[in-house]
T-cell receptor
Framework: DAKTTQPNSMESNEEEPVHLPCNHS???????IHWYRQLPSQGPEYVIH???SNVNNRMASLAIAEDRKSSTLILHRATLRDAAVYYC????????????FGQGTILTVHP | KAGVTQTPRYLIKTRGQQVTLSCSPI?????VSWYQQTPGQGLQFLFE???????NKGNFPGRFSGRQFSNSRSEMNVSTLELGDSALYLC????????????FGSGTQLSVL
C-alpha cells in the first residue's frame, strides 16, 4: 500500500476552520483517498473519501491537489466533539476490508 | 439502522486461555473485518469475511482465527493467549460496493493477565 504522511498533532480553537494535511507522493492512479477519525473510546468513523475531485459532505470537505500527491481534510467549524485522531488512508481498488492505518493526526480543539 | 455491535465490551483472561469475541454487522452488510489496536502498533488488519468465506488475511499468527455465519454475524477466536494479545479488538462491516466504506463497532477491550 502507498504510504501517507500526516503531522503528529494539530490544535484548533472551537468554531474555527481546521485544515488537516496529508501527503501521499507515491499515490497511484487507482488509489482512493479515505479519511477516518477515531474519537476517544470509540472505533474509527468514516469521514469522507475521494479520487480526483474535491468532495463535500455533511461532516467535512476533502480538497485533493491537482497532482494528487497531497490532500487536505477541512472541518469548516471545529467543535469540541471533533477532537479525535484523524487518519488519511489510501485504498487501492477492492481492499476486501483491509485499510492500512498510519499514526494519524491528533486534533485538539480548544474552547 | 443499528450500528455494528460487539460483545463483550470488556474481557479479562489469563495467559494460555482462549477467547471468543462476537460481532453483529449493520443489517444488510455482508462483509465483516476485524482489527487489533494497541498503543505500540496502532490499528492492524486481522482478516475479512464475506459470505462465510475468509477473503483477506493480515499478518497475524494462526492463533487468531475467525468465522462468519450465514446471517453475516462474525466471531473471532484467539487461542493460547499471550500478554501481548492485550488490545482493543474492533469489528467493521461494509456493503459490497465500490465505495467500500467501513463502519466500526466500539470494540472489545481484552486484557490478558
Amino acid at each position: 500500500d502507498a504510504k501517507t504522511t500526516q503531522p503528529n498533532s494539530m490544535e484548533s480553537n472551537e468554531e474555527e476552520p481546521v485544515h488537516l494535511p496529508c501527503n501521499h507522493s507515491t499515490i497511484s492512479g487507482t488509489d482512493y483517498i479515505h479519511w477516518y477519525r477515531q474519537l476517544p473510546s470509540q472505533g474509527p468513523e468514516y469521514v469522507i473519501h475521494g479520487l480526483t475531485s474535491n468532495v463535500n459532505n455533511r461532516m467535512a470537505s476533502l480538497a485533493i491537489a491537482e497532482d494528487r500527491k497531497s490532500s487536505t481534510l477541512i472541518l469548516h467549524r471545529a467543535t469540541l466533539r471533533d477532537a479525535a485522531v484523524y487518519y488519511c488512508i489510501l485504498r487501492r481498488g477492492t481492499s476486501y476490508g483491509k485499510l492500512t492505518f498510519g499514526q494519524g493526526t491528533i486534533l485538539t480543539v480548544h474552547p | 439502522k443499528a450500528g455494528v455491535t460487539q460483545t463483550p465490551r470488556y474481557l479479562i483472561k489469563t495467559r494460555g486461555q482462549q477467547v471468543t469475541l462476537s460481532c453483529s454487522p449493520i443489517s444488510g452488510h455482508r462483509s465483516v473485518s476485524w482489527y487489533q489496536q494497541t498503543p505500540g502498533q496502532g490499528l492492524q488488519f486481522l482478516f475479512e469475511y464475506f459470505s462465510e468465506t475468509q477473503r483477506n488475511k493480515g499478518n497475524f499468527p494462526g492463533r487468531f482465527s475467525g468465522r462468519q455465519f450465514s446471517n453475516s454475524r462474525s466471531e473471532m477466536n484467539v487461542s493460547t493467549l499471550e500478554l501481548g494479545d492485550s488490545a482493543l479488538y474492533l469489528c467493521a462491516s461494509s456493503e459490497i460496493s465500490r465505495e467500500e466504506k467501513l463502519f466500526f463497532g466500539s470494540g472489545t477491550q481484552l486484557s490478558v493477565l
